[in-house]
């Protein structure tokens, strides 16, 4: 079967950097992407990784290895409002996407 | 606003009666998307459309069905709801390509008595 794997929750302070991981075991691999929902809100689109790398984006960057089924989100300067929680999805061979539970992220003063 | 607006905003049905989630996108995307999110799972597709005048099956079809007349349209219709469709109900869309992210509506909560 196809899994998507994600911290459940993640706890981390104000202006400091947190990574959340995603390890992924899918039918074929098209692209990963990242989304931010924030509670009561809709999903909205971060990033998207197809080649092996980081890719960086302002205060978020996103890491993929595909040899590893392997994507971290990498959060920097913390703040208050990306308390919120982070979706990893993967599009298989077919291009349908495969989500995970999502990472809940809690920021502390 | 350019976007996808979904209605109503949330909704209590009695089991065993029938209820359309209505969404429409002024972007015009031809793929269109059904997702159910539910507590400790990941986004669920229940339905798509490539394009107007065609759809599909997702991952949890049963007790849903779908229509697409138009690009702009993709109402969502529950024949006869039973509790266990009581559940946060999104709309997306997508241009074409592999790397295209999806825009998703603001939901619908349902809760079915």
């Known amino acids: 079967g196809q899994n998507i794997d994600q911290p459940t929750e993640m706890t981390a302070t104000e202006g400091a950097i947190v990574q959340i991981n995603c390890t992924y075991q899918?039918?074929?691999?098209?692209?990963l992407f990242w989304y931010q929902q924030h509670a009561g809100e809709a999903p909205t689109f971060l990033s998207y990784?197809?080649l092996d790398g980081l890719e960086e984006k302002g205060r978020f960057s996103s890491f993929l290895s595909r040899s590893k089924g392997y994507s971290y989100l990498l959060l920097k300067e913390l703040q208050m409002k990306d308390s919120a929680s982070y979706l990893c999805?993967?599009?298989?061979?077919?291009?349908?996407?495969?989500w995970g539970a999502g990472t809940k992220l809690i920021i502390k003063p | 606003t350019a976007g996808i607006t979904q209605a109503p905003t949330s909704q209590i049905l009695a089991a065993g009666r029938s209820m359309t989630l209505r969404c429409t996108q002024d972007?015009?995307?031809?793929?269109m998307y059904w997702y159910r999110q539910d507590l400790g799972l990941g986004l669920r597709l229940i339905h798509y459309?490539?394009?107007?005048?065609?759809?599909g099956k997702g991952e949890v079809p049963d007790g849903y069905s779908v229509s697409r007349a138009n690009t702009d349209d993709f109402p969502l219709t529950l024949a006869s709801a039973v509790p266990s469709q009581t559940s946060v109900y999104f709309c997306?869309?997508?241009?074409?390509?592999?790397?295209?992210?999806?825009?998703f509506g603001n939901g619908t909560r349902l809760t079915v008595t």
């Open positions: 997306a869309s997508s241009e074409e390509g592999s790397n295209s992210p999806l825009h």
């Open positions: 990784n197809v």
């Open positions: 972007m015009r995307h031809n793929a």
């Open positions: 459309s490539n394009t107007a005048g065609t759809t």
């Open positions: 899918t039918s074929g691999f098209n692209g």
């Open positions: 999805a993967v599009k298989d061979s077919n291009y349908q996407l495969i």
